[in-house]
């Protein structure tokens, strides 16, 4: 998107150098030129107005249009950019920045600049949840909670006509659109092509254009008093650039596609996620291959064990039961042993009183 966008302010630029013969300008307005540097007041996210693209290079309708009158007039200019529409407005005012290229022209700020000829004009519209009905203008809603930017030309023009409307003042238009999207106003009001071209680029799905104000918001180009003689040279240069070439600006940037930006947040926290589980992952397998070896040395020494073991099975059987036998035959012995002993010891017993009678006869006769 950045080379398409690109391409485009090169190709507008170039097509401008081709038709600054029609500009004349006299020759105190050329020498007022040639002796002087501008600075330039550009809010950093003003999409797709202008915005901060590159350091110190500006993207969006109005700098496309900006740069070609740059070219026309050859002026030399400084972009500063500022983060908030107030800053930008404050420097202009404390004189550290001499134009503001993107601007509606308001009572407050002709108290300290100068504003040139309409270069284009838009409607402010009204961007409300999707679920909410068409809105004719800003006269249906004044009773509701409107969020709009903090000194942005709609602010002002807003609070103009609508001075006791409830207005909740933002910094830009995501922090508007954002609170849309929560619920916590009702509506925010800005310049139609913003306010499209911001749902796309922050893809606000639930929130849609709802309906106009009935304001309309020319854009200008403002000059801090000091250098006021440059507005009638900014009024030629307007009047010489064609009404098909400014449409073109337009439309090219109506019609801009948005990819899905990157969350490089995210991604980094994927790939330590990644990085971690991958370290996991390979102190798990390194343990588990550890483990593997000491159970396969294990189950190897037990297997040794019980070959060994069945091998000398039979050997071990054959050895106890010869030992068994052996002693089988001993208790065998003693037991014939012991029963002989008893039967002789019977026998005596029974062979004791007849020779006591005998003795005793013998013992008598002698």
């Known amino acids: 998107m950045k080379i398409f966008l690109t391409t485009i302010l090169i190709v507008i630029n170039l097509f401008s150098q081709d038709i600054d013969t029609n500009l004349q300008l006299t020759q105190q307005e050329k020498e007022f030129i040639e002796k002087t540097h501008f600075n330039v007041a550009i809010t950093k996210n003003w999409y797709p107005i202008s915005f901060e693209e590159d350091k110190d290079k500006a993207l969006g309708i109005s700098s496309e249009f900006w740069g070609i009158i740059v070219n026309k007039l050859n002026l030399k200019t400084t972009n500063i950019f500022f983060k908030s529409f107030d800053e930008q407005i404050k420097s202009l005012q404390s004189g550290k920045s001499d134009i503001i290229f993107s601007i509606g022209e308001s009572e407050s700020r002709k108290k300290f600049g100068y504003f040139s ?10 961007v409300t949840k999707k679920d909410e009905n068409f809105i004719e203008n800003i006269d249906e809603i004044l009773d509701k909670k409107i969020a709009v930017g903090n000194n942005f030309t709609a602010h002002n023009l807003l609070k103009e006509k609508y001075p006791n409307l409830d207005l909740v003042l ?7 659109l954002n609170l849309v999207s929560k619920k916590e106003v009702f509506a925010f009001v800005d310049i139609k092509p913003i306010l499209t071209y911001n749902i796309a680029k922050f893809e606000f799905k639930d929130l849609k254009v709802s309906g106009n104000s009935g304001i309309d918001f020319p854009l200008k180009i403002m000059v801090r008093k000091e250098y006021k003689d440059l507005i009638p040279i900014i009024n030629k240069t307007i009047a010489t650039i064609p009404a098909s070439e400014v449409t073109n600006i337009v439309n090219s940037w109506n019609n801009v596609q948005f990819q899905n930006s990157i969350d490089y947040k995210t991604v980094w926290i994927l790939v330590f996620l990644v990085f971690f589980g991958a370290i996991a992952f390979i102190h798990r397998t390194a343990t588990l291959n550890i483990l593997n070896k000491k159970l396969k040395y294990t189950v190897e020494e037990k297997t040794k064990e019980l070959k060994y073991l069945n091998e000398n099975l039979q050997l071990a059987i054959d050895k106890k ?16 042993m012991a029963a002989m002993g008893e039967m002789i010891e019977n026998i005596a017993h029974q062979w004791r009183q007849p020779l006591s009678v005998i003795s005793t006869i013998s013992s008598s006769l002698k």
């Open 321 to 336: 039961t010869k030992e068994l036998l052996e002693k089988e035959a001993i208790l065998n012995q003693q037991a014939k």
């Open 117 to 126: 000829n309409e270069y284009l004009k838009f409607p402010i519209s009204i």
């Open 170 to 176: 933002v910094n830009n238009v995501e922090d508007g």
